[in-house]
């Protein structure tokens, strides 16, 4: 199980960015996955989830309505738009499996956190 976050890059406050989470070894309807980021000195933290078998979806309070999740299941990948970016959402930015449960983010982590994907957000 193996997953690859890309997309990340330099923006102005108030851009938009889409992020792109590409799974290899496994079949995407098969497994949960979630956004986490990372800002620098501070704790990593749950973005979105996505369960494309029925695209059922949940959001952070920081995000909710500026960012959407989807997932293409012909190209196996997961999708995070991000639209009204502002400096407060730069960070590295993690793709990996999910199960429920957890907090304050419902959802904990399975996989490895890979590299990740720097965005940045100027103002």
């Known amino acids: 199980v193996q997953l690859q976050a890309s997309g990340g890059g330099l923006v102005q406050s108030g851009g938009s960015l889409r992020l792109s989470c590409a799974a290899s070894?496994?079949?995407?309807?098969?497994?949960?996955i979630g956004w986490f980021r990372q800002a620098s000195g501070k704790a990593r933290e749950g973005v979105s989830v996505i369960r494309p078998s029925d695209n059922s979806t949940y959001y952070s309070e920081s995000v909710k309505g500026r960012f959407t999740i989807s997932g293409d299941t012909a190209k196996n990948t997961v999708y995070l738009q991000m639209n009204s970016l502002e400096p407060e959402d730069t960070a590295v930015y993690y793709c990996?499996?999910?199960?429920?449960?957890?907090?304050?983010?419902?959802?904990?982590?399975?996989?490895?956190w890979g590299q990740g994907t720097l965005v940045t957000v100027s103002s």
């Open positions: 070894g496994f079949k995407l309807g098969s497994h949960t």
């Open positions: 990996t499996t999910v199960r429920a449960g957890g907090r304050p983010f419902p959802f904990t982590a399975l996989g490895s």
